[in-house]
């Protein structure tokens, strides 16, 4: 039986890697875009040489009933969903006091409805199935009180996502489902310098892939509801 793996935001960066983390494992990777059509497109192409029974899906998950559609399609070819990961959710970095109500509400749409929405469509096949893994995608220092000056909506958005994560995990674990969340430290080095990071470099997406590999292994069965933070220690407004 073929393992299928919904993948969102996965025409570009992060999402990128792990959607061609997932090929390479074996799965049938849903290939999720929004805006980003044509990197959807090659990312598609290139997946396929490696799992031929791929597929692209376009939606806007802050909108539930296009959320439904994707989903629709998913089960349309498939039937199943194995493996669900919420990658989706913009970031800003900008002063509080800058921040445009519009931004502000991207952010916390973006983070905080897109997991929701993809989670709940998700569910309702993997209760069927009585197994299935959620992996949210956080930030370092998601699962506590954080308030940095440049990025307020953002943690207040990844705070969400580790609360939706821990509530999801406790009730859907009588239904063999595994719900975790992953939280890197920055990836990007234009915030922040390599001197920055306790271990000297940025979170890489091969961290990310071995945090994944690891959270669907067998040696994780009784690892739910967890934040898994991939930071080499870096602590957000440590110095």
């Known amino acids: 039986m073929i393992k299928v793996v919904v993948v969102t935001g996965s025409a570009c960066g992060l999402g990128r890697e792990l959607a061609l983390f997932f090929a390479r494992g074996g799965y049938a990777v849903v290939c999720h875009y929004n805006t980003s059509k044509k990197e959807a497109e090659d990312l598609l192409a290139e997946v396929s040489k490696i799992s031929p029974r791929s597929m692209i899906v376009s939606a806007d998950l802050t909108d539930e009933k296009q959320v439904k559609n994707m989903f629709d399609k998913v089960l349309a070819k498939f039937a199943r969903i194995d493996v ?29 409805y897109s997991t929701l929405f993809c989670s709940r469509e998700a569910l309702f096949v993997m209760r069927k ?23 307020v909506p953002y943690f207040l958005a990844k705070n969400g996502v580790y609360i939706l994560t821990k509530a999801m995990a406790w009730e859907e674990a009588g239904s063999g489902i595994h719900i975790n969340m992953i939280s890197p430290a920055s990836m990007k080095t234009d915030i922040f310098s390599k001197s920055d990071f306790p271990m000297g470099r940025e979170t890489k997406y091969e961290d990310v892939c071995g ?16 934040n898994l933070e991939v930071a080499g220690a870096f602590v957000p407004g440590m110095k």
């Open 129 to 151: 199935q009585k197994s299935g893994h959620i992996i949210n995608i956080g930030s370092v220092g998601a699962d506590r009180f954080t308030l940095r000056e440049n990025s």
């Open 84 to 112: 669900l990961v919420n990658n989706v959710g913009n970031f800003l970095y900008k002063k509080f006091g800058e921040t445009t109500n519009s931004e502000f509400r991207n952010v916390l749409e973006s983070n905080v």
């Open 211 to 226: 945090a994944v590999k690891f959270l669907l292994s067998k040696d994780a069965y009784y690892i739910n509801g967890v």
